[in-house]
């Protein structure tokens, strides 16, 4: 599958954003969904994933009750919903594919099999 993120760009801290994902070449819905970040001079880190049909979602800490991961497979596309940024949110933000397993879609550690580029996220304070 070929993922295609958008969205990103330049907010102030507090305002929301929306990043999307696009998906196409196979059935968005064979395939679990993450969310992943990362900021200047650090290690990508995961940020939210959900399973194909949308019914769990995991989040990393941080993103809490201000990030919502969903989606939507007739549309073929993944969503992160993102309030309340902090500068602390600024990084690349990608999307990931992995073929789904109900065991392990809220391991943030899981191998995810395709990725798209990434789209930047700016905050500032």
């Known amino acids: 599958v070929q993922l295609q993120a958008s969205g990103g760009g330049l907010v102030q801290a507090g305002d929301p954003l929306r990043l999307s994902c696009a998906g196409s070449g196979r059935p968005f819905s064979a395939y679990d969904m993450g969310w992943f970040r990362r900021a200047p001079g650090k290690d990508r880190e995961f940020v939210a994933a959900?399973?194909?049909?949308?019914?769990?979602?995991y989040y990393v800490d941080s993103v809490k009750g201000r990030f919502t991961i969903s989606r939507d497979n007739s549309k073929s596309t993944v969503y992160l919903q993102m309030n309340y940024v902090e500068s602390e949110d600024t990084a690349v933000y990608s999307c990931?594919?992995?073929?789904?397993?109900?065991?392990?879609?809220?391991?943030?550690?899981?191998?995810?099999?395709?990725w798209g580029q990434g789209t930047q996220v700016t905050v500032s304070s």
């Open positions: 959900i399973n194909w049909s949308g019914g769990r979602a």
């Open positions: 990931a594919a992995a073929f789904r397993d109900p065991l392990s879609f809220n391991n943030s550690r899981r191998w995810y099999d395709y």
